[in-house]
């Protein structure tokens, strides 16, 4: 008999097998969901990083840029495979402008989620890397190995791990 414990439902780790198994209702979408999907890639995560990337590139034609026409879109990966998109939207006195990435973290902090696993960040031109304001508002939710992959008009990524972006950063843990 075949063992799947990779499977989350919130912060709990559920063994599956291909016998009958209870769960609550809600965890029983997010079973089936992953479980038509093919369960999990090798990595652990619900979808693979193309398709991740594919999410965040999407988002490019939506970004609001009537003033530096510098279109960002980003594709946010929950621990439970939940992805929230984002795209940048600009206001004409600049300030309350909103990057990709803080609108997908606003999206997700708001539905509840705060365990993430990865962001796709995609640009039309070159990489596009989080502004510092963006790492900041992350550093509020991931840890140092958290992944961050920028993309650039080409479809190329760099890879990194949030630590290299943001070394001895401030956080809740200095309060």
């Known amino acids: 008999m075949t063992s799947y414990s990779r499977l989350v439902s919130g ?13 609550t209702i809600k965890a029983a979408e997010r079973i089936s969901a992953a479980f038509f999907s093919g ?20 988002m490019l034609d939506r970004a609001y840029i009537p003033y530096s026409h510098f279109a960002v879109g980003a594709a946010l990966e929950c621990s439970d495979g939940t992805v929230f998109t984002g795209c940048n939207i ?32 995609a640009g039309r031109k070159d ?6 304001v963006c790492r900041q508002v992350l550093r509020e939710f ?25 070394p001895h950063s401030f956080s809740g843990d200095m309060l």
């Open 11 to 23: 912060t709990k780790v559920l063994p599956l097998t291909h016998s009958l198994f209870q769960v």
């Open 39 to 58: 369960f999990f890639n090798k990595e652990g995560y619900f979808m693979t990083e193309k398709e991740l990337c594919q999410q965040a590139v999407a």
């Open 90 to 121: 600009e206001n004409a006195s600049y300030g309350p402008t909103i990057c990709a990435e803080r609108t997908a973290v606003v999206k997700a902090v708001s539905e509840g989620y705060r365990d993430f696993k990865r962001i796709v960040i």
């Open 127 to 132: 990489y596009c890397v989080p502004c510092g």
């Open 142 to 166: 991931v840890s140092d190995d958290f992944e961050v992959i920028c993309l650039n008009g080409k479809g190329e990524a760099k890879h990194f791990r949030f630590g290299e972006l943001l």
